[in-house]
């Protein structure tokens, strides 16, 4: 089979694993066929002619109902420009049904989940965890016997409650049955850092060398992105994420921030991260992260905030003094450089006399010393009397005609 994530993870490649168009379930959001086929393909654009070594677009549940094996299955039947999964659960009916939403589908994936904790185990299947893999396995088998060219993989349900021991002996049995990939998950959010480079470096190390482990990291305490970067100095390749982060509860780590944080110079990510290979293939364009994170918020309706990172939408708005006059002092990177944001600055209540000249300027008013202390003492009161730190531009300018200042 061939199989460009395998073979691009194998070789110490990043690959991502899309999940913006399958699980909507907290921000209750529902994405169209066309919508996910649009996203998918803007999303394979920024690896350029690699988009399927670095990139898994998720693209539903097939057993949801009709209408979504039809748009998983339009998506699988357009999208080329990366590879293409689907979820389902352990039994052949979502198995089959994946694989008819797959056919024709370009290195086409399913993912199959099952709890590897004791809790998890009795509460979805009414028997202990080693049970659940015997009777998983059964199934497994099945569809690997019957998927053609389509890979199937395993996703370790409750993985950051299951004992280690049952996990490392699971990856032997599902990598004799021929499973490539397993993604370990933290179904409820609930790692600390540490915690999770020690699962992942554990399983990483102990699992069959045929066998890819991969990462599907929760947000519920707000610490995916820290354990996502911690499984991948653990050597894990394979990351879940999601644009804007929305998936169940409180998420998942935001695809905007991974691909940021890993689309950096190949020397300065392993400097810092700690690993040795090359990511890339063919490197993130880190200028289309912006214009889809802002088409994702349109088609699903969840906004960006202005304290998002990478996507805010404040992102490169200054309106303070020293940011002004010297911002690469006070941003970790630039923006416009870097993200293809201009910089915007903005006419506040916090405004200084180096902020009022330019703005004046741009708008064609040349101020003297005079006018400098008027227009700065209108602004900080105009704001103040409104409660609202922004100051129209047009305002201002009405106001300095008013001084009678030339334009």
Known sequence: MNDPVFKSAREGGFVLWEEIARDGAQAKTLLSAQQRVELARAHAAMFGPDGSSHLVFAAGFPSVCEEEFAAVRQVAQEVRECSVAVH???????????LQALENACHGRISVFFP???????????CDARETLRKSMEVIHWAIENAGNVAIDVAFADASRSEP??????????ADAGVRLIKLCDTVGSMLPGECYNMFRGVVQ????????GAHLHNDY??????????IRAGVRLVAASWLGIAERNGLASTEQLLFLLGHPQAQVAERLGVSDALWKSSPDLRRIVPIASRVSALTGVPRKITDPISGTALNSISTGTPFTNPDLFQPFDPDKVLGVPRRVELTQLANRSVITAIASELGFELDEAGVKAALRWVKQCAFARCQAIVPRDEFAQFLSGLGIES
């Open 165 to 174: 021991d049952l996990m490392i002996e699971a990856s032997q049995v599902l």
């Open 88 to 98: 389902a659960r352990t039994t052949k009916a979502d198995i089959e049904l994946s």
């Open 206 to 213: 102990a699992a069959p060398a045929e066998v890819l482990i």
């Open 222 to 231: 707000g610490l995916a992105l820290a354990n996502n970067l911690e499984a």
């Open 116 to 126: 590897t904790s004791e809790s998890m185990s009795q509460a979805l299947c009414g």
